[in-house]
């Protein structure tokens, strides 16, 4: 099944009077359960790209669907909508609330979406399991390593049961066996549970876990390799 198709894609930004074109007529398909990297260097528009997947963004000509959705013309709050249904996020940064433990910061877009309590318990319990984060339930981000507010961040992308995980340099800020480590995790929770991986990265390591990797090179794919 096609969880993403962007379809003759441009997006340009303006600056004052000055227009730069971050992609330049862009046609992917991402399929059910792939594990696929956008990479290329700076300015290149895997970030651009992996907002527009995200519903962060529109384009500025041509077509992005989202299981099935034509989200290119929706309003933000309707693509909101579609990203609460169906996408979850994990930042280079990994965007905790601070004063949260863990254990509720997993819970948050529970919360956000109206799961019950009985449910939401059940939810972060077994994704603090899934992470390895059972004994650093009570934590809030300033006791945890790196590595685990990463894995934190992971189970709250998962919490909603979405179709697409999409990270943004996932390894970015973490040491080479943390983020060795954060890589075999989300390979395995992408065998395991089917959902969707797609990074936005030039980070070796996230590249040699990925089973696809897409190029991009001056808003253009330049390389499409299984």
Do not use: W
């Amino acid at each position: 099944m096609t969880v993403a198709k962007i379809i003759d894609v441009t997006r340009s930004f303006l600056t004052g009077k000055i227009e730069t074109q971050a992609l330049r007529g862009i046609n992917l398909e991402i399929q059910q359960g792939e594990f696929t990297a956008l990479v290329g260097p700076s300015g290149s528009g895997k970030t651009t790209l992996l907002q527009l997947i995200g519903c962060l963004d529109q384009p500025t000509s041509g077509s992005v669907i989202i299981n099935g959705t034509d989200v290119s013309k929706l309003s933000r709050s309707q693509r909101a909508d579609i990203r609460r249904g169906t996408i979850g996020y994990v930042f280079q940064f990994f965007a905790l609330i601070p004063t949260l433990n863990a254990y509720e910061n997993i819970e948050m877009p529970l919360l956000l979406t109206g799961v019950n309590a009985s449910e939401r318990h059940e939810r972060v319990i077994t994704l603090l399991e899934s992470v390895g984060l059972s004994h650093r339930e009570k934590n809030r981000p300033d006791q945890m390593s790196g590595g685990e507010q990463q894995r934190v961040a992971i189970a709250r992308a998962l919490a909603t049961k979405p179709s697409m995980i999409l990270a943004d340099e996932p390894t970015a800020n973490l040491d080479s066996k943390n983020g060795e480590a954060i890589m075999e995790l989300m390979t395995r929770l992408n065998q395991e549970t089917g959902v969707t991986f797609v990074f936005a990265t030039h980070d070796q390591r996230v590249i040699k876990f990925s089973k696809r990797i897409v190029t991009l090179q001056d808003g253009l794919i330049v390389s499409d390799q299984p």
